[in-house]
């Protein structure tokens, strides 16, 4: 990335923001957890399927294995089961039990709170580790770039790529670091409720006037 460059994309993030802080204030993850151990649970179900969805399957899954040791002690099929409304659900269930695994003879249970730890769990890549750091522990590590992140850092001309590990460094030198977590979390609730993936007439959405051309940019999605 250029400097020219770099310094047109901060003052387009700056202005994006203080617009995303106003139809936003409140910018609080949508998956509902009460232990950092459910938080991991239901990133890892997050993938590719809806948080509505998700918090509908972990409604009944944190009632019916309420402590981490029961993750630990689960029957495979019957999780993978329990899961499966999620998607994906006999891998996402083998790395879910596999983590806890992992977590109760590496860590003694806990969450690590580092990046490279994290990513040695299975199931977790750099978004997950980054959404895990940002609310357990307020460790801004990271920007986790997800399907709504990748897409806006494209059609706002945020980045030089579009895979989410170039996007993700681009990211880091456009926005501060205090608002790594907010202006991520805050871009995905507007890709949710404002602007979604599939093209339609955007002209008129809020950030679209920082950035007129991103009204005619519809990149494709891909997996995260």
């Known amino acids: 990335m250029t400097s020219a460059k770099r310094r047109v994309r901060k003052k387009r993030v700056e202005k994006m923001n203080r617009e995303l802080v106003k139809l936003f204030p409140v910018s609080k993850i949508e998956l509902n957890y009460k232990t950092p151990w459910q938080l991991m649970v239901a990133v890892q179900l997050s993938a590719q399927c809806t948080d509505k969805r998700v918090n509908i399957v972990t409604k009944d899954l944190f009632r019916k294995y309420p402590k981490f040791k029961d993750y630990v002690a689960a029957d495979f099929e019957t999780f993978a089961q329990d899961i499966k409304p999620c998607g994906f659900y006999r891998a996402k269930a083998r790395n879910i039990l596999g983590a806890a695994q992992m977590l109760q003879e590496k860590y003694g249970g806990e969450i690590p709170k580092t990046i490279p730890e994290l990513l040695l769990l299975p199931g977790v890549a750099r978004k997950t580790a980054n959404v895990v750091l940002a609310n357990l522990y307020g460790v801004m590590d990271g920007i986790a770039v997800d399907t709504h992140i990748r897409r806006f850092a ?12 170039r996007i993700e460094r681009d990211l880091m030198e456009v926005v501060p670091q205090k608002l ?27 950030l679209t006037k920082f950035y007129p051309k991103a009204a005619k940019i519809w990149p494709k999605t891909q997996g995260n």
């Open 154 to 165: 494209i059609r706002f001309d945020l980045s030089d790529f579009k895979d989410p590990v």
């Open 180 to 206: 790594w977590w907010d202006f991520h979390h805050r871009l995905v609730l507007y890709g949710r409720y404002i602007c979604p993936a599939r093209p339609h007439d955007c002209t008129q959405h809020p």
